[in-house]
């Protein structure tokens, strides 16, 4: 069965630095999601991309934050210079419709600033 | 915000039938319900989804009131492995609605 894949699955990382999570949606689908999940808390939106463009983003995905689909394939969150309360999982998902299309969500990258 | 409002835990004996309800009752026409899980600190797995009719698949049932305004996901027999939070969402087809928006859901804790 097709699956979304990230990497890495665990990142510790100093207060400051800049970090990518990759992501690597099913083969077919063209809506990519960038959801997170502080320990203990809900799963927040943070982006939707489609078309090589933001089509979404929630009030968390400021300017430190960035995402791209650099070569067709993999699909990138970029925290410019991380905090603290950047520490948390980052799950990325996909889908073949934008509407009623399921989610298929990766195991996740856990981020821990330091 | 989530437009669901579902039981914060619930538990249930292996091999017997989990039933988890949910609220929408601000739900508009235009509206589907599906429901997630998240086993451990695992990404969210979708379950199942729909409009107005009853749906079935292999992992779950899903039971629409009438009035649209509740719903019930069925686990027909809960194993060991189910145990995780479910989330209900109501997911639009228009604007940012048709983000999934996740609220605390259930915890069903299925039990030897």
């Known amino acids: 069965e097709p699956e979304v894949t990230q990497t890495p699955s665990h990142q510790v990382t100093q207060m400051g630095q800049e970090v990518i999570l990759r992501c690597v949606p099913i083969?077919?689908?063209?809506?990519f999601y960038w959801y997170r999940q502080i320990l203990g808390q809900k799963v927040e939106f943070l982006v939707s991309?489609?078309?090589?463009?933001?089509?979404?983003k929630s009030e968390i995905f400021d300017d430190q934050f960035s995402v791209e689909r650099p070569d067709g394939s993999n699909f990138t969150l970029k925290i410019r210079s991380t905090k603290l309360e950047d520490s948390a999982m980052y799950f990325c998902?996909?889908?073949?419709?934008?509407?009623?299309?399921?989610?298929?969500f990766g195991e996740g990258s856990r981020l821990t600033v330091l | 915000d989530a437009k669901t409002t579902q039981p914060p835990s619930m538990d249930c004996a292996e091999g017997r039938a989990a039933n988890l309800p949910c609220n929408h009752s601000t739900i508009s026409g235009n509206e589907y319900v599906y429901w997630y899980r998240q086993i451990h600190s695992q990404g969210p797995q979708y379950i199942i989804h729909?409009?107005?009719n009853n749906e079935t698949n292999e992992m779950a049932s899903l039971i629409i009131t009438e009035d649209r305004k509740s719903s019930t996901l069925i686990l027909p027999h809960a194993t060991l492995r189910d145990t995780a939070v479910y989330y209900c969402i109501v997911r639009g087809a228009s604007g940012g609605s048709y983000i999934p928006t996740f609220g605390r859901g259930t915890s069903l804790i299925v039990h030897p």
């Open positions: 991309f489609y078309n090589n463009e933001i089509s979404e």
């Open positions: 729909g409009l107005k």
């Open positions: 083969s077919n689908h063209l809506y």
């Open positions: 998902a996909s889908s073949g419709r934008a509407v009623t299309g399921e989610l298929f």
